[in-house]
């Protein structure tokens, strides 16, 4: 087997270094210590992210949506496969590093997707981006840390506690989703989304692209 070959490292929020990893055509995003935030070999849940996100606001002539966390360009991608052209998708990514590894090293993994017309691209806090949103957003799609119950970088729990989940609420217009990812399940999450407002449903899916191996978590609330 190929060794790992280190490509670059980013300062990350909270003072982590983050590092990019290549072995063939496979690629890694890793805290220095070596805890694994994403590969390209598993982008199965992420994907399903978009979908059952989009399966659940309906046909929508011009749908907004905003996806928090660039990360490998999983959801990205499965969301532009399923959108009309008239649609926005912007993307926030606090990591301004992870935007330039988008566009260099890691051009082969996001095939292009960075430079659909559909695609705003901004390198910031999604929190922010949801306390401000205007026009409302039609779907939320959260794809921050390891999930509300595996937090990386403490800020983020703004997104999931009940402030933020009510900054949610408000940013999304009648009949909206607030789509979220998780990598293990958090049966307290599902009642904190209860009590901000929200119908939830919560979805075991694959983390690859097959019927075998690890499941992640993934939350779709409608407003």
């Not at 694994?36 to 606001?57: C, V, Y």
């Not at 988008?102 to 960075?114: D, I, K, N, T, W």
Request: hydrophobic share 40%.
């Amino acid at each position: 087997m190929l060794p790992w070959e280190l490509l670059a490292t980013a300062s990350a929020p909270q003072g982590d270094t983050l590092r990019l990893l290549r072995r063939g055509t496979e690629y890694s995003i890793r805290l220095e210590g070596g805890n694994e935030l994403m590969n390209s070999r598993l982008g199965g849940s992420e994907e399903s992210l978009a979908t059952l996100t989009l399966d659940r606001i309906g046909a929508r002539p011009a749908p907004r949506l905003l996806i928090g966390g660039l990360g490998m360009g999983f959801t990205l991608r499965a969301a532009l496969a399923a959108t009309p052209a008239a649609a926005q998708v912007v993307v926030s990514e606090i990591v301004p590093d992870l935007i330039g590894w988008a566009r260099g090293p890691m051009a082969e993994v996001f095939g292009g997707c960075l430079e659909d017309p559909r695609v705003l691209l901004r390198a910031g806090d999604v929190a922010a981006e949801i306390r401000t949103a205007a026009p409302p957003y039609d779907a939320i799609l959260l794809d921050v840390d390891n999930g509300p119950d595996g937090l990386t970088r403490a800020g983020n729990d703004g997104l999931y506690g009940e402030a933020g989940l009510r900054a949610a609420h408000r940013a999304l217009s009648p009949g909206g989703v607030l789509a979220v990812w998780s990598a293990a399940p958090d049966p307290a999450f599902t009642r904190r989304l209860g009590r901000c407002g929200f119908q939830a449903e919560t979805h075991s899916v694959p983390a690859g692209r097959g019927k075998r191996g690890p499941r992640h978590i993934i939350w779709t609330a409608r407003r």
